[in-house]
């Protein structure tokens, strides 16, 4: 029997989970990918072509390509900026020019998404949360606000949520995925702003109260400087229910962490994410989870995939 399972997310914690379960057998993939991203290429083109953010969207794509090809590999390519001037190409990815080319030529950046889908072969589909052109605001601790997901992280404050200051409508494949779905999975990756910016859309906030599907996030290992700084596996997910996102389990990593690459993310302002009370109002479930070779700490794919494996035979 076919499951279906959504991933909500952006950035590379999403596309890590798309690639670890693309084998599963029996499973179709929904993405439900943030276009709030302003930075970098993507940010370039956005502004230069007035066109939702693709640059979550390349990498989910080739995350999810039926095989690791050349095309998909020169999807990911970044063409270098020596002097730093950002002229022409310089800086930019490949993919994020095809995108773009092909949302010109099409006149519909999903057609875009896929066209390009098509030449990857990718097994899956692909969803922007919205396809306007939307921008990220965060309201810190001390009431200041900070415009634009690039800017979000590098101001020292504390987040106390994140917003848009207009109208954004959901995609409406976007909703669909998660009302049939019977297995979602948030994460993995940065918070408030790669899963808060689809989740604070209205009717994806709406369509995740009302979903039958098990609700689970797939929580951080580590903490990230400028957004969830000193934040247990608890404030992970009251920041992710304050928003609206309803939880029903957290997979958390059970590893024992190597001193040494601990010492090396304390120095960069990264700690361990732990569980620091007893009685949550949601099941949490401890899984070896990460790998931590050349002295990172990042979640291994197989492992990912084993727990959503475990997830699915209780779903459905």
């Known amino acids: ?3 279906k399972v959504v991933v909500i997310g952006g950035g590379h914690g999403q596309s890590l989970i798309c690639r670890a379960i693309k084998y599963i057998p029996d499973l179709e993939i929904s993405a439900i990918v943030t276009v709030a991203d302003d930075g970098g290429s993507t940010g370039r083109l956005r502004r230069q072509f007035h066109i939702p953010a693709m640059g979550d969207i390349r990498n989910v794509l080739v995350s999810l390509a039926g095989n690791e090809s050349v095309m998909s590999e020169l999807m990911n390519y970044r063409f270098e ?7 022409d190409i310089h800086g930019h990815n490949l993919g994020n020019l095809i995108l773009t080319a092909l949302t ?18 990718v097994r899956g589909k692909i969803i922007p949360a919205s396809t306007q052109v939307i921008t990220l605001f965060a309201r810190m601790e001390d009431g200041v606000i900070v415009k634009g997901e690039a800017n979000i992280p590098t101001v020292s404050n504390h987040i106390r949520y994140v917003f848009y200051d207009r109208q954004v409508e959901a995609d409406p494949d976007a909703v669909a995925a998660i009302m049939d779905a019977d297995l979602i999975l948030y994460g993995i990756g940065s918070v408030y702003t ?9 009717e994806i906030r709406e369509a995740l109260t009302k979903t039958k599907a098990r609700k689970v996030y797939i ?4 903490t990230q400087p400028g957004e969830t700084d000193g934040y247990s596996v608890e404030d992970h997910v009251r920041a992710l229910e304050s928003h609206g996102a309803d939880v029903d389990a957290v997979i958390v990593a059970d590893d024992e962490m190597p001193e040494a690459n601990v010492a ?3 120095k960069e302002g990264s700690t361990p994410v732990k569980v620091q009370e007893t009685k949550h109002d949601y099941t949490v ?5 990460l790998t931590f070779e050349n002295g990172l700490i990042r979640h291994d794919a197989d492992k990912v995939r084993a727990a959503t494996e475990e997830l699915l035979k209780e779903v459905g």
């Open 285 to 289: 479930i401890r899984r070896e989870l």
């Open 104 to 121: 010109q030529k099409t006149g519909s950046f999903l057609e875009a998404i896929q066209t390009a889908g098509e030449f990857l072969n």
């Open 194 to 202: 790669s899963i808060l910016p689809n989740v604070i859309i209205p």
């Open 1 to 3: 029997m076919t499951k």
């Open 219 to 222: 929580c951080n290992a580590m």
């Open 264 to 266: 090396r993310y304390a």
């Open 81 to 87: 900026d020596p002097d730093g001037t950002e002229d």
